[in-house]
């Protein structure tokens, strides 16, 4: 590309926002997977999903939503099946009681605690 043609380019982008992503973590992202958002190393939102990491960024996904706007941080793990990627969801909410996740807990309480990926 031109210089010119990178300077109107760069002129669009969000500072700060390109990531480069090897092929085979890009391959990853359409599996099912356990998506944990963190601020620093406290567990805010964990979830799952059987296509990737759409159910993440829909716009109906009220916990999620709230989750990102806080989060420092995402952690995302791929699993060859659907029923793999619900079965570590339950587990790793159990075990970290993320402060927007609803399982095992009222709707009123929230909990914070560490987590480590």
């Known amino acids: 590309m031109e ?3 990178w ?3 760069s002129n669009m982008i969000i500072t700060g926002s390109g990531r480069e992503f090897p092929g085979h973590d890009v391959r990853l992202f359409d599996r099912p997977c356990v998506y944990v958002l963190l601020n620093v190393n406290e567990a ?3 979830g799952h999903s059987g296509n990737g990491l759409s159910r993440l960024f829909h ?3 009220v916990q999620a939503r709230r989750a990102k706007l806080e989060c420092t941080r995402m952690v ?3 699993f060859p099946t ?3 990627a619900y079965n570590a969801e339950r587990l790793l909410i159990r075990k970290f009681k993320p402060t927007y996740n609803i399982l095992g807990k ?3 309480q929230l909990s914070h605690r560490r987590f480590s990926a």
């Open 7 to 9: 300077q109107a380019l």
């Open 59 to 61: 716009a109906r996904h």
């Open 106 to 108: 009222p709707r009123t």
């Open 82 to 84: 659907k029923r793999l």
């Open 44 to 46: 805010l939102y964990i």
């Open 76 to 78: 995302c793990y791929s």
């Open 3 to 5: 210089s010119f043609e």
